[in-house]
């Protein structure tokens, strides 16, 4: 083990430590720092976005910090400790890649695209869940995961074994289907209808941006980055008029929207 890791590890028992620690860490569980660990991933994935690396030096430190914790939490209740979560991951990686550490190691099996391999890497995964008596398509496809992206996992789970559309035809007559539901429950007045529908509409565009190759949570992400860069370029704009966008009516900033998007914004 690296010293900078027993270093990390020896600080969060210290954290942990009921009589000499940090009363806020002592008292955290797995359900209340899971909200943590998820925040963290995000600030990640963000951090790659914005292309700041030192930045993400940082926050790959702060999601390694959640993975000690969740270690620590674990072994002080006797379940496993942060070696056995290393070895099973390692374990797992070997044996999801038996065309590098196994006997399908060949010069053949090294020339194998990306797309052939994670198809053999889906194999490996449903040959496991077998093994877990997870004998369902769906069964481990994580709640946790965002709405869009577990949807996203779901249609593609499901297609594997031949429940899917045939082509994007069918998926865009669905969603227009589902856009004339949304707008009649919206008509009828039943919220709770219409939110159910919204749900429906968005799990269909889940779905097409999966039969797209399209990752929809990237996707959602990009667009509200462009929506944040377009919007502040509306206050400056309005800056400069000595106005405020409370102060301007919406001909007005949706005039400057279009400028923001005629100038690539």
């Not at 949807?151 to 297609?159: E, M």
């Not at 968005?202 to 509200?224: M, Q, S, W, Y």
């Not at 309005?238 to 100038?263: E, H, V």
Request: glycine content about 6%; hydrophobic content about 45%.
């Amino acid at each position: 083990m690296s010293a900078p890791l027993d270093r990390l590890k020896a600080i969060m028992v210290r954290l942990r430590d009921p009589e000499r620690g940090c009363p806020w860490d002592v008292e955290q569980t797995f359900a209340t720092i899971a909200p943590y660990t998820l925040e963290e991933a995000y600030e990640v994935a963000d951090a790659i976005d914005r292309g700041d690396f030192d930045d993400l030096k940082s926050e790959l430190g702060d999601l390694l910090f959640q993975v000690v914790f969740h270690a620590r939490m674990a072994e002080e209740q006797g379940l496993f400790a942060f070696d056995d979560l290393a070895t099973a991951i390692a374990d797992k990686l070997e044996r999801r890649h038996p065309h590098v550490f196994g006997p399908e190691n060949t010069r053949e099996a090294a020339k194998a695209d990306g797309t052939a391999q994670k198809l053999r890497w889906e194999d490996l995964k449903a040959a496991e869940r077998q093994a877990k008596a997870q004998t369902g398509v769906l069964d481990d496809v994580p709640v946790g995961l965002p709405a869009l992206h577990r949807a996203a996992k779901l249609t593609k789970r499901a297609a594997r074994v031949g429940f899917d559309w045939p082509s994007t035809d069918e998926v865009f007559a669905k969603l227009e289907e589902e856009v004339g539901e949304l707008k009649a429950e919206i008509a009828a007045g039943d919220t709770a209808k219409a939110a159910e529908e919204m749900g429906d509409l968005l799990f269909v565009v889940a779905n097409l941006a999966r039969k797209l190759g399209v990752e929809p949570e990237d996707a959602l992400r990009a667009a509200n980055a462009k929506f944040v860069r377009r919007f502040h370029f509306i206050e400056a704009e309005l800056a400069k008029a000595g106005r405020s966008a409370d102060q301007s009516d919406l001909a007005q900033m949706d005039a400057l929207w279009d400028a923001a998007k005629g100038a690539g914004l």
